[in-house]
């Protein structure tokens, strides 16, 4: 009988971890009455761990957890500050760790019952899984039988067909974009990996975050806004296996199947998403930053900051 050692991959070059102080500064214009507002919270995972965590606010404030992907949600009643404007800050101290998996298709094992990933196997807005999407798929991964094989045929698909480019993609992460205009930003790219992954019987789903890049010569700190995001697989026998098919299409590198560069941090994860406790509106799309309401209502007149600088 032969056992599968499974090890760290060789092209999976491990690195000391690093840290981060990232400031999320949320500003809610003026208005009558308090804004019930909720922000993704920066969660631990298996690559990323909080050392340290302060929210300052105008008013009460609680830590929850949505239900169907388990987002850590800050819910916070604002109570307007002088000059108007409502403010909420989180500070956070981010260990950011490196990726080392086990990327040995020996460990990799047929996913069994697929009943406990229905949600990141079924089709969702804008991504699609139907004949199409499954004929595709099926086409890519030939007579191929090995998941984690499958899953490197279909990320070897997406970085050939897709150019990035964010002057032209669909604003709202679709899978049909993605196919018919071989152009799209991280979400068009990743919503093709999570179609095609689910088509033959892979779960995926979206992971969204940043990528904090270095500040320029001369600054200690560096502000952005906007949102990065990648994708992650599960295989039975290795877990949640995360990869980033935008990076390699706009910058080349090839090295991010099993890989995440060490900038980039997670705030969620998921689509279509219902927050805690539940907002009057529709789902949101995705969770990258705060969402307001105000009377029920969307309140879309909110600003955010996000400062960060890299630490030790």
Known sequence: ???????PHASQRVTA?????????ILVAAIEGRVSLWAPV???????????????????????????????????????????????????????????????????????????FARHLAAERFVVVDEATRSLANEIIGSEANPLTQARRIYDYVTGKMTYDAAQQSWTGSSVHALTCSVGNCNDIHALFISLARSIGIPARLVLGQALEPPPPGQDVCELCGYHCWAEFFCRGIGWIPVDASCACKYGKHALFGGLEMNHIAWSVGRDIRLEPAQQGEPLLFFAGPYAEVDGRAHTNVARHIGFEQIG
């Open 1 to 7: 009988m032969t056992i599968a050692v499974c090890l």
């Open 42 to 116: 920066i969660p631990e995972t298996p690559f990323q761990r909080i050392v340290d965590f302060e929210v300052v606010g105008s008013g009460p404030s609680r830590i929850l957890r949505e239900r169907e992907f388990g987002n850590a949600i800050l819910h916070a009643l604002l109570i307007p500050e002088s000059g108007g404007k409502q403010v909420l800050r989180l500070r956070y101290e981010i260990e950011r760790l490196p990726v080392p998996l086990m990327l040995d298709p020996a460990c990799a094992k047929p996913l069994g019952d697929p009943a406990a």
């Open 17 to 25: 971890p690093l840290r981060y102080r990232i400031e999320d500064r």
